[in-house]
């Protein structure tokens, strides 16, 4: 459904987008994942038309954009990072004028009726745009990408700026979607990638450094075991039992101190479950745990992991 080739595009010296190819199948939800700066919407304003390429072919359907913009253009809804609202319009003026300008054929009333259901945004269909919350922008948003009923749904960062609630309600529209469309979806939160699509696509500094399914990208995360631990006791006693626990790969001081208690960082060895050996080590020296958290990976240290296994 999509068919990126050998796609560049450099501003002078600088390549924000260095030879990026990859193939999309009918029906993925494919996650673009990357640190800002990375070329992830580059690389989705290309494939959306938006912007010109300095070498490579984007395809979509089988039609090149560049060749065929507007032919492309019908079969992708788009949301931008920064979603293209006219802010004295309501919203129902708003996706009626952008059923005009993509010259949808379906029944306006039904469909857009349908297009407002879908994103939640029945309630508010008579505000201006410029009176809605920042949420409720970002449905409106979303709803212009899915006017006309494109097969193909490309999403920039669609839950950047949202709380916790928007953020979990948008991403259940988007896993929703997947049912019945092609989704790509840009993010910069592991996280957001792991929940919501099929398949990870990670990019960095214009690259793509893995193309995988989702579940071996968490595989990689999950075989990172560290914990923060919390422990009142003599800091340099304790920090020699804790290295001296079997499985227990390095242990260190985080700096993080509170009455008589430490936290210490440690790291296990793979496949090895510390917790339990940790805290006998512990209760056998009467060094009360007060805190045992798992510690996840930050986006940077799963690179990291992963270029050290694709490098294996
Ligand atoms: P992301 O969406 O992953 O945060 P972008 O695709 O927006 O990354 O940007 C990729 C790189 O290209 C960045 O280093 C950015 O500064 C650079 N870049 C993007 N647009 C321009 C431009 N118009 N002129 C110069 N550099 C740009
Ligand atoms: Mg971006």
Partial sequence: ????????????????????????????????????????????NILTGYLSSTSGVAKVGGIDILENPYEAKKIIGFLPEQPPLYMDMTVNEYLNFVYEIKECKLNRKKHLEEVRQVTK??????????????????????????????????????????DPKQIIEIRNLIRNLG?????????HILSEVQSVCDRIIIINEG??????????ITQVVEDNRRYNVKICGPQREVLNTLKGISGVLSAELTG????DSYTYLIESERGVDVRKPVFYAMSQK??????????????????????DKASK
């Fill in 256 to 259: 993080e101190r509170e009455l």
């Fill in 121 to 162: 945004i029945d309630d508010v269909q008579n505000r201006l745009i410029k009176n809605l919350s920042k949420g409720y922008r970002q449905r409106v948003g979303i709803a212009q990408a899915l006017i006309g009923n494109p097969p193909v749904i490309i999403f920039d960062e669609p839950t950047v700026g949202l």
């Fill in 179 to 187: 049912h019945s469309h092609t989704v790509i979806l840009s993010t």
């Fill in 207 to 216: 690259k793509i450094i893995a193309d995988e399914k989702t579940e071996s």
């Fill in 1 to 44: 459904m999509i068919e990126i080739s050998n796609l560049v595009k450099n501003y002078g010296s600088k390549f924000a987008v260095d030879d990026i190819s990859f193939k999309i199948s009918k029906g993925e939800i494919v996650g673009f994942l990357g640190p800002n700066g990375a070329g992830k919407s580059t690389t989705m």
């Fill in 286 to 307: 009467s060094w009360p745990i007060i805190g045992f958290e798992a510690v996840g990976m930050n986006l940077e240290e799963v690179f990291i992991k992963i270029m």
